[in-house]
């Protein structure tokens, strides 16, 4: 009988729903005495899917919930109540075939199906990782059709996978199903890298997630090793304990799961009835009590027909479930974070931090400056520092500062990931809770230490906020023209600050001395991080772009009518059409009144720097486009900018030995193609290049406090 026959006469309002969603056209709105319409169901076609059920507005779709317990023998040897193992039974008594998941010797997880009670041990107790399906559902498609009663137990998702295999039209009716309440499914790598880690995946015999040695508890492990020991872990702040509860092992699908809440698609759904005592306390007697729901008439039948092969089974209120049991909410904070540290760090430590959120390096900086070199610069160095093995929480600029750190990201992509991102705090007394999720704090790079800049963030590169049991670093640290900061009692401040530094670069020869005479400290020369950045990563930021074609791309940070008559000269010469882009600072009326020369203002920093990868040649009077036309072996000029990077170019380019002609003050190059072209021995530049990046990963390496840097 279908729950919609029992509210004929009751509750039906004759809405019809059930005789529309019907699939077999099995039901027939009828008249009732007194000419309302009610349902009629024609059995003879009805196929049992519950259809009609599920939609009714008015039955109450939770489903009958029972408390079981099997034999306390059967019991021992389950998670829970033994529900299973009893079912299980009856369908191999009847000569069907039961599917379930299984350990292998390796330590993986597979579905397979025995067809002897004998084989029944290698199905029972919960296996706390994802099953591989294998061709289970094609096995179970192929019992059906020759005639076999087939139990298949697995994940709410799994079930749901197996009816859409078999398709609508399938029999189902020699089929019954068995999933449980899902929490979630961690994967097999997990456990084996927490086995791995821990005991030596060689080591391993088998591993029992629910030993019953205490008492039926809810995570108790015991791991078998193969000389004989037994290990077992009662203790929930065990690693692996406590990222499964913390949901930190969860793919996407299981924090969004569509499957783990009523109504359920399988005929039974079981789990472990926690807390049942405190409705009645005799129905936990520590051997475990199984929770089932009946999801539909035909697992109501089979509950009732096998009720004398249950040591104790009763209907109890859905009620009775513990909140949160089934609507489960799992909690996604520091996912993300555990999986990117278990790529490089011991699975330990991985659950430690992200438990902690505790990150190897604190990187101040201001990653959201108005300016592509600098944006990406920072990024860049977070790359860098990430590549090495560290995690880097990222720590911006107080709120309460004139550059605010919620102003745009220029990025058309978002490329922080959420979890490397600290909270932005109020001031900078707010900051100094950092010291209890930081291991050490480093300084980014580009012009922070600029007075105009380091005034509209607070100063708060100085690492006032920073406690002396914490080291402090800056790299490639830049100070723009040299100048001292105007305020005298703030650069005694900022001098105090930095005695306190471990290790201190600057990205500019010039800073040496400067640093040296005004703040008593000898700082080493490092590169700007953009040449020590992987270049894998740009091709990642500008992966969308690789159809972004440029021919010149000239990035005149200060447009003038002179620089364009030069840029107009060599795209004549070159016979090369020109893309300008300026800074982003400037609006268009503000560029027109400069010089007569189509620019864009708007370009994003994945954009930027896709046309200094794509293009043939680039003129620029920025010290980072400068740079890139380097990483990326591009034929350049140089038109200087007093204000703005004349000094750190030409320190550059002699560091690197590249000749100096190419910055333009003489314009008889401009003529010369082969030179504008040619004349660059990027060879030997690369060669340079590479001693140069290799002092600076060694400081960097220093700073980290990495023997070997893992690159
Ligand atoms: C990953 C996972 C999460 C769970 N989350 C909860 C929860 O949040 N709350 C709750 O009350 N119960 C949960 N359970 C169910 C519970 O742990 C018991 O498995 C269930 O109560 C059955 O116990 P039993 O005593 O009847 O039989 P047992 O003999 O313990 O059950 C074994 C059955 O579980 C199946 N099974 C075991 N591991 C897997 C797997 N990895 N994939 C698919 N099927 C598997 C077997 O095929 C077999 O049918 C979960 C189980 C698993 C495997
Ligand atoms: S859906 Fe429910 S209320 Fe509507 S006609 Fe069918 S049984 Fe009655
Ligand atoms: S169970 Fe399915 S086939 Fe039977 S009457 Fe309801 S909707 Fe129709
Ligand atoms: S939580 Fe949902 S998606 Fe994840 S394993 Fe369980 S049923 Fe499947």
């Given at each position: ?6 509210i ?21 709105m ?18 049992d ?5 599920n ?39 009847n ?23 004998s ?11 994802q ?50 309440v ?56 065990d ?32 789990g ?44 109890v ?43 190897d ?13 600098s ?53 900078i ?21 600029n ?123 070159l ?57 990326f ?14 000094t ?46 290799e ?17």
């Amino acid at each position: 009988m279908r729950n919609i026959e029992s509210i004929y006469s009751t509750l039906c309002t004759g809405c019809s729903a059930c005789s529309n969603s019907c699939p077999q056209n099995a039901i027939a709105m009828k008249h009732n005495g007194y000419g309302f319409y009610i349902p009629e169901i024609d059995y003879n076609i009805c196929i049992d899917c519950g259809i009609c059920d599920n939609v009714c507005p008015i039955i109450d779709h939770k489903p009958s919930t029972y408390a079981i317990w099997a034999s306390d023998e059967i019991r021992m040897q389950s998670s829970s109540g033994g529900f299973f193992s009893v079912i299980a039974e009856y369908v191999l008594n009847n000569g069907g075939v039961v599917f379930g998941a299984a350990w292998t010797t390796s330590i993986f997880v597979k579905h397979t199906f025995i067809e002897s009670i004998s084989d029944l041990d290698i199905l029972r107790r919960s296996k706390y990782v994802q099953s591989e399906i294998g061709d289970s559902y094609k096995k179970v498609e192929y019992f059906l059709k020759e005639g076999r009663q087939v139990l298949f137990t697995g994940t709410p998702c799994q079930i749901s996978g197996l009816y859409s295999m078999l398709g609508k039209n399938a029999n189902t009716s020699l089929l019954i199903t068995l999933d449980f309440v899902c929490y979630y499914n961690p994967s097999i790598f997990v456990l084996r890298k927490y086995l791995h880690d821990n005991y030596g995946i060689e080591n391993i015999a088998s591993v029992n997630f629910r030993t019953k040695k205490f008492g039926w508890i809810s995570a108790v492990m015991e791991i078998t090793l193969k000389n004989g020991e037994h290990i077992d872990i009662n203790d929930m702040n065990d690693p692996f304990f406590l990222g499964y509860f913390n949901g930190y092992y969860a793919r996407e699908a299981c924090l969004k799961c569509k499957f783990a809440s009523f109504p359920h698609k399988s005929d039974f759904t079981m789990g472990d009835f926690w807390k049942i005592e405190q409705h009645d306390s005799t129905w936990n007697d520590g051997l475990g009590t199984s929770m089932v729901f009946a999801n539909n008439s035909k697992a109501n039948k089979i509950i009732n027909f096998l009720k004398a092969k249950f040591k104790r089974v009763e209907k109890v209120p859905f009620d009775w479930i513990r909140e949160g049991q089934h609507n489960r909410h799992l909690p996604p904070q520091n996912k993300q974070y555990f999986n990117h540290l278990l790529r490089y760090k011991s699975f330990n430590d991985a659950i430690r931090m992200a438990y902690n959120s505790i990150y190897d390096v604190g990187l101040v900086c201001v990653m959201n400056y108005k300016n592509y070199g600098s944006a990406i610069t920072n990024y860049a160095l977070y790359k860098i520092i990430e590549d090495c093995g560290k995690s880097v929480y990222i720590i911006r600029q107080p709120a309460n500062s004139d550059i605010k750190p919620t102003a745009p990201i220029n990025f058309e992509t978002f490329n922080y990931p959420q979890y490397s991102l600290a909270p932005i705090y109020n001031n900078i007394e707010d900051m100094k809770v950092l010291n209890n999720r930081c291991k050490q704090f480093v300084v980014g790079s580009d012009q922070l230490f600029n007075y105009n800049i380091y005034r509209q963030i607070s100063g708060f590169i100085k690492l006032n906020w920073v406690d002396d049991l914490h080291s402090k670093s800056a790299f490639a640290a830049s100070f723009g023209s040299n100048r001292i900061l105007s305020d005298i009692e703030e650069t005694l401040s900022l001098k105090n600050n930095l005695l306190r530094f471990k290790h201190f670069s600057v990205r500019e020869e010039s800073s040496i001395s400067f640093v040296k005479n005004n703040f008593d400290i000898m700082p080493e020369f490092v590169l700007d991080p953009v040449f020590l950045c992987d270049i894998k990563h740009y091709r990642c930021l500008t992966a969308n772009l690789r159809k972004h074609n440029v021919e010149i791309f000239s990035y005149i940070l200060d447009p003038q009518e002179n620089t364009a008559v030069i840029i107009k000269d060599i795209s004549d010469r070159l016979k090369l059409s020109v893309t300008a882009v300026t800074d982003m600072w400037r609006d268009k009326a503000n560029i027109e009144s400069c010089w007569n020369l189509p620019t864009e203002i708007n370009f994003s920093n994945e954009k930027w720097l896709a046309s200094l990868m794509n293009c043939k040649f680039v003129i620029a009077d920025s010290f980072h486009a400068t740079c890139f036309a380097i990483i990326f072996n591009k034929p350049f000029v140089v038109i200087p900018n007093k204000q703005r990077g004349e000094t750190r170019v030409l320190s550059l380019l002699n560091s690197l030995d590249i000749d100096t002609k190419r910055v333009l003050y003489n314009t008889d190059v401009v003529n010369d193609t082969e030179y504008l072209l040619n004349s660059i021995n990027f060879d030997e530049v690369n060669k340079k290049l590479s001693i140069l990046k290799e002092r600076s990963f060694s400081f960097l390496r220093k700073i980290l406090e990495l023997d070997t840097l893992v690159r």
